[in-house]
């Protein structure tokens, strides 16, 4: 069973640079695509974007440019800068793997993180 | 962005009811369609794909159906553990986006 573990800072101020880490374990990050969803609290589900073991992304626009998701499969790891964040970018945030364990994306998650609350203030 | 929609947004149902959960896409997705259970405090947890098709050990008293733009979730006799907030997904283009939810509590 793969085991996906976020880690991060649970507090960023206003307009600094959110940063989280998924590590893998029991498996590998090969061959899959790697994502980042978010969840405000009380609120739904909001997918950020994703990367491939190799390295290709995908984010989506209502981030407009803020998100960088990078690997390292060196370490089994990808991890997501969100830059200029505000009070809006308060939220637990998932790391997930899609389902397709070919060169395709799927587009839907069959494995999560426990999720990590971040909350920005100041 | 594909815009997804859901009925409803919440709902009382007894242990053994039998329970439907609508989702409609702005566009049609063909079957690039998923759901979700998320219970409080707990990641979501992949039901079913591609519509229809129940991902790993999930019961057979969940079922999903339709195709284009309009979806059903049912569950077939709820169960004490089915008490949750259920999210349809469209997967058929990026950015992926999620329905607002369906939450189902005790009646």
């Known amino acids: 069973q793969v085991l996906l573990q976020p880690s991060g800072p649970g507090l960023v101020k206003p307009s600094e640079t959110l940063s989280l880490t998924c590590t893998v374990s029991?498996?590998?990050?090969?061959?899959?695509?790697w994502s980042w969803i978010r969840q405000p609290p009380g609120k739904g589900l909001e997918w950020i974007g994703y990367?491939?073991?190799?390295?290709?992304?995908d984010y989506s626009p209502s981030l407009k440019g803020r998100a960088t998701i990078s690997v390292d499969t060196s370490k089994n790891q990808f991890s997501l800068n969100l830059n200029s964040v505000t009070a809006a970018d308060t939220a637990v945030y998932y790391c997930?793997?899609?389902?397709?364990?070919?060169?395709?994306?799927?587009?839907?998650?069959?494995?999560w993180g426990e999720g990590i609350l971040v909350t920005v203030s100041s | 962005d594909i815009q997804m929609t859901q009925s409803p947004s919440s709902l009382s149902a007894s242990l053994g009811d039998r329970v439907t959960i609508t989702c409609r896409a702005s566009?049609?997705?063909?079957?690039?369609l998923n759901w979700y259970q998320q219970k409080p405090g707990k990641a979501p947890n992949l039901l079913i794909y591609?519509?229809?098709v129940l991902q790993g050990a999930v019961p057979s008293r969940f079922s999903g159906s339709g195709s284009g733009a309009d979806f059903t979730l049912t569950i077939s006799s709820l169960q004490p553990e089915d008490f949750a907030t259920y999210y349809c997904?469209?997967?058929?283009?990026?950015?992926?986006?999620f329905g607002p939810g369906t939450k189902v509590d005790i009646k």
């Open positions: 997930a793997r899609d389902r397709s364990g070919n060169y395709y994306v799927s587009g839907s998650f069959d494995n």
């Open positions: 566009q049609s997705i063909d079957n690039y």
């Open positions: 990367i491939y073991f190799r390295g290709h992304t």
């Open positions: 029991g498996g590998s990050l090969s061959n899959y695509y």
């Open positions: 591609a519509a229809s």
């Open positions: 997904q469209q997967s058929y283009d990026s950015p992926f986006t």
